[in-house]
């Protein structure tokens, strides 16, 4: 399994409070696509992260955080030039970002050139990297080339989450670049609040009339459930009744318990339980990963 995407410096109230007033906060790593990694090293799905970081203190900090989840770190590259970027969890509130000119923004097809995707099983990538840069486009532009759904030579299941970040797009600009990216991806995963924002949709079946290609496409509804669709047939699970201390970060664990049931050749209905229990842990915590926030809530 490979992930290529930005990680940041994550700083997080300790506490489900607000970041105005909070007293103890904490510094972790917060990335769509290295969460995934981390959350299936944890599962014991052998991963590997692709990305950029600042030559600095916090670049060095994140990298070694991925590592020690367990995630192969080889292909991550430090940048002297470039910052690494930052964002801040404000419970409740949102987030604030810090990455323009980031590292990972300067990312490009060189990136992974030299990278043997074509021999990984999955090869995920999220809607948050080509709105980085006209070079992050591009590089994810050549990955689903290398290894999507419309290459008849490639074995590798291209996972793409759409993920879209409003504040990283020009206007007018996300709706027909992640559709078209999502139609080309072999497993999809999105919300059914972006679809709607994004493309009108009102339900999950709207959001598969307008992504008829992908073969897997698993629209997931917040409290209400997930559905998958696989060809014309869907399957629904439940969300997991849950006291949510932050969401950030639970589409990510989410999508690595779900993959992670799809590697080990579970059912439908299995793959979102899947994703769904994954996800559960990372909602009763103020981290993007599970055990690196001490504060957690009961079960509801």
């Given at each position: 399994?490979?992930?290529i995407g930005?990680t940041?410096?994550l700083?997080?109230?300790?506490?489900?409070?607000?970041?105005?007033?909070?007293?103890d906060?904490?510094?972790?790593?917060?990335g769509?696509?290295s969460n995934?990694?981390?959350h299936?090293?944890e599962?014991?799905v052998?991963?590997?992260?692709v990305s950029?970081?600042?030559?600095d203190?916090?670049?060095?900090?994140?990298v070694?955080?991925?590592?020690?989840?367990?995630?192969?770190?080889?292909?991550?590259?430090?940048?002297?030039?470039?910052?690494?970027g930052?964002?801040f969890?404000d419970?409740?509130?949102?987030?604030?970002?810090y990455?323009?000119?980031?590292a990972?923004?300067?990312?490009?097809p060189?990136?992974v050139?030299n990278i043997?995707?074509?021999a990984?099983?999955?090869v995920h990538?999220s809607?948050?990297t080509?709105?980085?840069?006209?070079?992050?486009?591009?590089?994810?532009?050549?990955?689903v080339?290398?290894?999507g759904?419309?290459?008849?030579?490639?074995?590798?299941?291209?996972?793409?989450?759409?993920?879209h970040?409003?504040?990283?797009?020009?206007?007018?600009v996300?709706?027909?670049?992640?559709s078209?990216?999502a139609?080309?991806?072999?497993l999809v995963?999105?919300?059914?609040d972006?679809a709607h924002?994004?493309?009108?949709?009102?339900?999950?079946?709207?959001v598969r009339?307008?992504l008829?290609?992908?073969?897997?496409?698993?629209?997931?509804?917040?409290?209400?459930?997930?559905?998958?669709?696989?060809?014309?047939?869907?399957v629904?699970?439940?969300?997991?009744p849950t006291?949510?201390?932050?969401?950030?970060?639970a589409?990510?664990?989410?999508a690595?318990?779900?993959?992670?049931a799809?590697?080990r050749?579970?059912?439908?209905?299995?793959?979102?339980?899947?994703g769904?229990?994954r996800a559960?842990?990372v909602?009763?915590?103020t981290?993007?990963?599970?055990?690196?926030?001490?504060?957690?809530?009961?079960k509801?």
């Amino acid at each position: 399994m490979i992930t290529i995407g930005e990680t940041m410096a994550l700083v997080a109230p300790a506490r489900a409070e607000s970041l105005a007033t909070a007293q103890d906060l904490r510094l972790h790593a917060g990335g769509a696509e290295s969460n995934v990694a981390s959350h299936l090293a944890e599962i014991g799905v052998t991963s590997a992260w692709v990305s950029a970081v600042g030559d600095d203190v916090l670049g060095r900090r994140i990298v070694r955080s991925v590592e020690r989840h367990g995630v192969d770190i080889r292909w991550v590259s430090f940048d002297a030039a470039a910052p690494t970027g930052v964002y801040f969890k404000d419970p409740g509130r949102g987030v604030l970002y810090y990455r323009r000119g980031s590292a990972a923004s300067r990312m490009s097809p060189a990136t992974v050139a030299n990278i043997p995707l074509e021999a990984a099983e999955v090869v995920h990538l999220s809607g948050i990297t080509p709105a980085l840069s006209e070079s992050c486009a591009a590089l994810v532009e050549d990955v689903v080339e290398r290894v999507g759904g419309s290459n008849a030579t490639s074995n590798v299941i291209l996972s793409f989450d759409v993920n879209h970040r409003q504040a990283l797009w020009a206007d007018g600009v996300a709706s027909a670049a992640l559709s078209s990216l999502a139609n080309r991806a072999d497993l999809v995963f999105v919300g059914l609040d972006e679809a709607h924002a994004l493309w009108g949709c009102d339900s999950a079946d709207d959001v598969r009339a307008l992504l008829p290609l992908p073969e897997r496409l698993v629209v997931k509804d917040g409290s209400v459930g997930a559905t998958e669709f696989t060809g014309g047939v869907s399957v629904f699970a439940p969300a997991i009744p849950t006291d949510v201390v932050e969401a950030v970060g639970a589409g990510d664990a989410f999508a690595a318990g779900y993959l992670a049931a799809l590697l080990r050749g579970e059912t439908a209905l299995d793959r979102l339980r899947c994703g769904h229990e994954r996800a559960r842990l990372v909602l009763l915590s103020t981290s993007d990963f599970i055990g690196e926030s001490t504060t957690t809530t009961g079960k509801a």
